[in-house]
């Protein structure tokens, strides 16, 4: 199990999710080198970045490289009925990357979610990622 606090559908698809991403990137070389690139660089060293995006093999190939950077990265499904679920799982399991998409309470936004999952991280956020090509950079955003 993760130390991290998460909320996807099974975590014991993680492995499942983890081979599905790994196909997706041999599918995605610059991505990849981007990420060796960070992996030894870590530019993004104690940046903390939220994504509030669909969560699929390319989103989880993006959050792997963005944490080989150095970032900390926090995931919730823009749309919970496109998620991937092996690959939420796997992002938790084998990235250390919180994801929640489960469980919305009654009158919540997907964006009030992604405030209550960074509050249980208890983290001010540098770069927040939104869905439909949407990035707010900021030493205050809340």
């Known amino acids: 199990m993760s130390k ?7 975590i014991n698809l993680a492995d499942k999710g983890l081979s599905h991403i790994k196909w997706a990137d ?9 990420r060796e690139r960070f992996a030894k660089e870590k530019p993004l060293r104690g940046v903390r970045i939220s994504a509030c995006l669909h969560v699929t093999t390319e989103t989880a190939n993006l959050m792997h490289t963005l944490k080989a950077g150095g970032a900390d990265v926090v995931v919730c499904a823009s749309n919970p009925l496109s998620t991937q679920d092996d690959v939420a799982a796997a992002l ?7 994801v929640s998409y489960t469980h919305l ?17 208890k983290n001010k956020i540098d770069i927040n990622i939104k869905h439909k090509n949407k990035v707010q950079i900021s030493n ?3």
């Open 92 to 98: 938790v399991q084998h990235y250390g990357v919180p």
């Open 105 to 121: 309470r009654a009158h919540e936004t997907v964006l009030d979610l992604v405030c209550r999952l960074l509050l249980a991280k």
């Open 26 to 34: 041999r599918e995605m070389p610059v991505l990849r080198q981007i």
């Open 140 to 142: 205050q955003i809340t």
């Open 4 to 10: 991290f606090k998460y909320d996807v559908k099974d």
